[in-house]
């Protein structure tokens, strides 16, 4: 009697302690936001795109490897996305109607961060040196308009 009023007060509470799927933003992945706000039309070290995910993990002491692997991969397709999560472009080309016209962009090497999750594959991004502009600035990112090349989002990590 006494083992199985433990193992259900046992089960009970780490039922109530789980957390809904992606509610939860990770400490780091909250102050590496709070470094990209403060950082918002200005100039992030040399202005490069790389640069704002580099110092925002820096300043927060986070784990990567001083190129281009930012934290550990997350595959967007079946986890959850964070603001905060690093997302790395290889030989990009994205292809989308906007008011009637159609844009179409090309990043070869960029780095940005996942500012916002609007919903799943849907982002608002931050990054500089995009459009040869040196600062940090905003743009949306919805993953299906990628027609070729390779992203990589990573999950910061201390």
Known sequence: MLIYLLLSIFFSHSQLRTPAPCDSIPTLNQNIISFVKASMNKKVGTGECWDLAAQALNA????????????????????????????????????????????????????????????????????????????????????????KGKVTIYRPEK
């Not at 960029?110 to 991004?125: C, D, L, M, Q, R």
Request: charged letters at 25%; glycine letters at 6%.
């Open 60 to 147: 927060n002491h986070a784990k990567w490897d001083g190129r281009y692997t930012y934290g550990t991969k997350v595959d967007y397709k079946s986890e959850c996305v964070y603001p905060g999560d690093i997302i790395q472009f290889e030989r990009v080309y994205i292809e989308y109607r906007i008011e009637g016209g159609m844009m179409k962009n090309e990043m070869p090497h960029h780095t940005a961060v996942i500012y916002e999750v609007k919903s799943p594959g849907n982002f608002i991004i931050a990054h500089q040196n995009y459009n040869n502009k040196k600062k940090v600035v905003l743009t949306p990112l919805k993953m299906e308009t990628i027609k």
